[in-house]
């Protein structure tokens, strides 16, 4: 059975960094695409990241690019991201999603997502 | 870029169909074969319902079914129960590794 357990989700300031993280099982972690994506209290899913295979390739929402970044650990059937710079606008339930066998256009499993508050 | 344009709700009676659009630009939508479709219930992570516009992962009811028209992507749930009350939501790859999703809709079973 295939679980994502997404992990780091805190209150922290204006400005300030947080690690998040996803811990897989139940497929063979380094064969699949991974993604980010939030959803912001009460409203829609967006977008986040993602990451391919072998971390060779990383892609960013441009309202995140040059903030955060996306990372995984094979050996540890891990995936990360990396958040600075963080704004209120930023404040969202983060979930890890997988991407389908032989492609990586939709998110075929989730999480059930880490909470992030970016509050005075 | 911007969010993909869905009704903000939709409603039919036990054993009816419904169909929600979902309307983008040539740049996500009509340009790529690659929509999906997802299903979220309240408090709960979405759950993929279609694929690839049209294609079903195994294990969804065969009552779902998608298709694409020009910018407008379109899922028909068809005899209605009520598990399948939920939010709704559209996505689509929209070219150079970017992914847009829609503004969502609630569907209730009346």
């Known amino acids: 059975e295939v679980q994502l357990v997404e992990s780091g989700g805190v209150v922290v300031q204006p400005g300030g960094s947080l690690r998040l993280s996803c811990a897989a099982s139940g497929f063979t972690f380094d064969d699949y695409t991974m993604h980010w994506v939030r959803q912001a209290p009460g409203k829609g899913l967006e977008w986040v990241s993602l990451?391919?295979?072998?971390?060779?390739?990383?892609y960013y929402a441009d309202s995140v690019k040059g903030r955060f970044t996306i990372s995984r650990d094979n050996s540890k059937n891990s995936l990360y991201l990396q958040m600075n710079s963080l704004r209120t606008e930023d404040t969202a339930l983060y979930y890890c999603?997988?991407?389908?066998?032989?492609?990586?256009?939709?998110?075929?499993?989730w999480g059930q997502g880490t909470l992030v508050t970016v509050s005075s | 870029q911007s969010a993909l344009t869905q009704p903000p709700s939709a409603s039919g009676s036990p054993g009816q169909s419904v169909t929600i659009s979902c309307t983008g630009t040539?740049?996500?939508?009509?340009?790529?074969?690659?929509v999906s479709w997802y299903q979220q219930h309240p408090g709960k992570a979405p759950k993929l319902m279609i694929y690839e516009v049209s294609k079903r992962p195994s294990g969804v009811p065969d009552r779902f079914s998608g298709s694409k028209s020009g910018n407008t992507a379109s899922l028909t749930v068809s005899g209605l129960q009520a598990e399948d009350e939920a939010d709704y939501y559209c996505s689509s790859y929209a070219g150079s590794n970017n992914f847009v999703f829609g503004t969502g809709t609630k569907v209730t079973v009346l």
């Open positions: 040539s740049s996500d939508v009509g340009g790529y074969n690659y």
């Open positions: 999603a997988k991407a389908p066998p032989r492609s990586y256009y939709s998110f075929d499993y």
């Open positions: 990451i391919s295979w072998d971390g060779g390739s990383t």
